[in-house]
């Protein structure tokens, strides 16, 4: 029985397919990520370590919260270059895709009022955080800016990725609560489950490598950064 030949597109074909997907959840990934940091800002409940300090920010600065965002993004990018750090293709875009999806969102989606409401923001929003996080995460661009800022203190300083992300998330939320972010049960719900989430989710939303060579887009080491965020 003779094998049918290849035809001399199809490794092309198949590339371009494979890399297709890995944009479309990378930045389908980024989107809902915003989406879902929104819906837990209109549940007043609580939000994630990072936007304590960007809700905080927004309330001195008079900014919204996805420019805030987008702005501490851009900074903590900057902090990549003396800590040895190359952002990829998913870097650039998370800082410059998830606050204007934030802000599109919260412009069109008004703050809950009352319990049920308010708890239903909050779980939704953690549970489409926990999926965004695996999308644009098994999309393979690269880490977010804040991720590679805890592998690049991890690599210079020694100390372990977990104790590097738990005094900066700690500083963050501290420091956002100060200046009027809001802290609550979802803070604390979101710390708990966003880990076993994130890992559900990756395992879901996994690209199956190509076999006909990398297309690769990205610097760093997503793997030691997402799983703890």
């Known amino acids: ?5 290849r035809q001399p597109g199809q490794p092309r074909q198949l590339r371009q397919g494979h890399l297709a997907r890995r944009l ?7 989107v809902l990520y915003g989406a879902s940091s929104a819906l837990l800002v209109r549940s007043g409940l609580g ?14 600065t008079g ?3 996805g420019l805030v965002l987008t702005v501490v993004g851009a900074v903590v990018l900057l902090l990549w270059i003396p800590l040895r ?3 990829g293709l998913g870097t650039v875009s998370n800082v410059l895709v998830i606050g204007a999806a934030m802000d599109a ?7 809950a009022h009352g319990w049920t409401p308010r708890i239903t923001a909050m779980v939704a929003g953690i549970v489409l955080n926990g999926a965004a996080t695996g999308l644009y995460i098994a999309a393979r661009f690269g880490p977010g800016p804040r991720d590679g800022l805890m592998t690049g203190l991890n690599q210079r300083t020694g100390l372990s990725v977990r104790l590097v992300r738990t005094a900066v998330e700690i500083t963050v939320v501290v420091t956002g609560f100060a200046l009027g972010g809001t802290v609550g049960v979802g803070t604390l719900l979101y710390a708990v489950s966003i880990g076993p989430l994130a890992q559900v989710f990756l395992r879901v939303f996994a690209v199956p490598s ?16 997402i799983l703890r965020r």
């Open 24 to 30: 479309i959840q990378l930045y389908g990934g980024l």
């Open 63 to 65: 900014l919204s919260m």
């Open 47 to 60: 939000l994630e370590p990072w936007n304590v300090l960007h809700q905080g920010l927004a309330e001195h």
């Open 85 to 87: 750090q190359r952002p």
């Open 105 to 111: 969102t919260l412009s069109v989606v008004p703050d």
């Open 210 to 225: 190509t076999p006909y060579g990398s297309t690769v887009v990205a610097a760093g080491r997503p793997r030691r950064a």
């Open 1 to 5: 029985m003779t094998r049918k030949p």
